[in-house]
């Protein structure tokens, strides 16, 4: 059993920034693939970016390309998304995920991630 706790999210003026962290806990952090989604109301959830389990590559949507970093700190067994230049259409539930099959690849739709936090809320004023 993996779990994982999202936190940092909240109320943001269009331009700012906020880092979100996604703590895990149970099996081996350091061996699985991670993501983060994204779900705004009405709409299916969607990629944001995606990090290797050595953190050597990282993906990300088109979306958030060059202002979104995502990060991992495995003594820390957490996940980081810095939003940099934040939009209003970045206004979303936002999610981590973990894909512990050890698949490989760039796994980025929401099937191949097999654990999920419970979602921060991040709100993007204009």
């Known amino acids: 059993q993996v779990q994982l706790v999202e936190s940092g999210g909240g109320l943001v003026q269009a331009g700012g920034s906020l880092r979100l962290s996604c703590a895990a806990s149970g099996r081996t952090f350091s061996t699985y693939a991670m993501g983060w989604f994204r779900q705004a109301p009405g709409k299916e959830r969607e990629f944001v970016a995606g990090i290797s389990w050595r953190g050597g590559s990282t993906y990300y949507a088109d979306s958030v390309k060059g202002r979104f970093t995502i990060s991992r700190d495995n003594a820390k067994n957490t996940v980081y998304l810095q939003m940099n230049s934040l939009k209003p259409e970045d206004t979303a539930v936002y999610y981590c995920?973990?894909?512990?099959?050890?698949?490989?690849?760039?796994?980025?739709?929401?099937?191949?991630?097999?654990?999920w936090g419970q979602g921060t809320q991040v709100n993007v004023s204009s």
């Open positions: 995920a973990a894909d512990t099959k050890l698949r490989g690849g760039r796994p980025s739709t929401p099937s191949e991630f097999d654990y």
